[in-house]
């Protein structure tokens, strides 16, 4: 009995094993395909685009000649935009989620509002630029102006960061709220210092991801009203502008060859403009797992 045992055992044992490879196999190849695909974009991109990162690609406008065009007006807009949209996103979500999280009750109402946050991460890009357009630009009658496009971006990575912020908040060992209740602190002390500082980490990883998916979206901002051809700068939150998504799209739609690669040096400038940009989050997140 203990023989037969044993031959199934050593049985179960091997199926299990040959299953793993077999997975881990697939696991390795999808992992190499998707490494393969991107090397050769990069590749692309870099060996058509890196040529045009001059000085005047920085310091041009956007022109109807591909050796005149620059992406200045482009960056500037986009470095406006995320001027509006990081801030407002960051006091509306974590405002949100302390809220959800500290004061709430439980109830079928607060699950009811966690469901419809949740589902809202999931909404296609185009509805909240119907929405901004709606809501901003007609009914408060901003324009096509800077501060309408933030606000319009601010609520579609809402959702994102306000789930996140939740989740680290929730994270948050109950023994530290307790300490600083003993010390005598009051609830919304607790919050601030103690509660805060210690789901930093989890915010802005949540947060790096939303503003990785704002700075890269055209729908909504063409719905509010960016422009695709922009050769000024941005005076104030009121100016109009475009952003670099927008004219990297426009130069790859023109029929000219050398447009493309043009497009491809633009390609560059986002990819190091978001590389700093979460370099900066993570920065900070890590500061904070360290002290925390």
Do not use: C, H
């Amino acid at each position: 009995m203990k023989l037969i045992n044993q031959e199934q055992v050593a049985k179960n044992m091997g199926s299990r094993l040959i299953k793993n490879q077999i997975f881990k196999g697939l696991f390795l190849i999808a992992t190499s395909i998707a490494l393969i695909v991107l090397g050769i974009l990069l590749y692309r991109i870099f060996t058509q685009g890196f040529s045009y990162l001059t000085a005047d690609f920085f310091q041009n406008f956007a022109s109807r000649r591909p050796g005149s065009s620059g992406i200045k007006a482009a960056l500037i807009g986009s470095l406006w935009i995320m001027g509006v949209t990081i801030p407002i996103s960051l006091i509306l979500a974590v405002g949100t989620a302390i809220y959800l999280e500290e004061y709430a009750k439980k109830g079928k109402l607060t699950t009811f509002i966690q469901t419809n946050i949740a589902n809202l991460a999931g909404v296609p890009s185009i509805v909240f630029g119907l929405l901004g357009l709606t809501v901003f630009v007609r009914f408060f009658d901003l324009g096509r102006s800077i501060l309408a496009g933030g606000l319009t971006m601010a609520l579609l990575i809402l959702p994102v960061i306000v789930v996140a912020s939740q989740e680290a908040i929730r994270s948050v060992p109950k023994d530290m709220r307790e300490a600083s209740y003993g010390m005598g602190a009051t609830k919304w002390q607790t919050i601030l210092r103690v509660v805060l500082p210690a789901a930093i980490p989890g915010i802005l990883t949540g947060s790096i991801l939303a503003f990785s998916r704002a700075i890269g979206e055209t729908a909504p901002l063409l719905v509010v009203g960016a422009f695709a051809f922009v050769n000024y700068l941005p005076e104030n939150v009121m100016s109009t502008f475009t952003i670099m998504p927008i004219q990297i799209y426009n130069w790859a739609s023109r029929p000219q060859l050398e447009f493309q690669y043009v497009a491809a040096a633009g390609i560059i400038v986002l990819f190091i403009f978001l590389i700093v940009m979460n370099a900066t989050a993570v920065f900070i997140r890590n500061k904070f797992q360290k002290r925390y």
